[in-house]
């Protein structure tokens, strides 16, 4: 089993930057995919960015309001703990904001087995 606690989240002004963490409670972390998936009000959850195990390849989500060029995501293995680093936030980007670990990379919440509680994310305009 595996937990992931978020932090990070807040009410920032457009604009702004965010630095999101995902803790993981595992010491097998390297072994995990991990991704961010956020969800608005009323809508689907949407991939936002993913990070693969041991290389540190990252996938960014492209549709709708694409999050490429403005969001990062790393890890730590040592630490156990992802990081979502969102600059130049549009009020778009309000949302939850979710990671969830897997064994595969996938733009798919399906896919993932564990999940966080979500942290909020609040950007006014």
């Known amino acids: 089993q595996v937990q992931l606690v978020e932090s990070g989240g807040g009410l920032v002004q457009a604009g702004d930057s965010l630095r999101l963490s995902c803790a993981a409670s595992?010491?097998?972390?390297?072994?995990?995919?991990v991704a961010w998936f956020r969800q608005a009000p009323g809508q689907d959850r949407e991939f936002v960015a993913a990070?693969?195990?041991?290389?540190?390849?990252?996938?960014?989500?492209d549709s709708g309001d694409s999050v490429k060029g403005r969001f990062t995501c790393s890890r730590d293995n040592i630490k156990s703990t992802v990081y979502l680093q969102m600059t130049s936030l549009k009020s778009e980007d309000t949302a939850v904001y979710y990671c969830?670990?897997?064994?595969?990379?996938?733009?798919?919440?399906?896919?993932?087995?564990?999940w966080g509680q979500g942290t909020q994310v609040t950007v006014s305009s």
């Open positions: 595992t010491r097998s972390f390297s072994t995990y995919v």
């Open positions: 969830a670990a897997g064994s595969m990379t996938s733009t798919s919440p399906n896919y993932y087995n564990y």
């Open positions: 990070i693969s195990r041991s290389s540190g390849a990252t996938f960014y989500g």
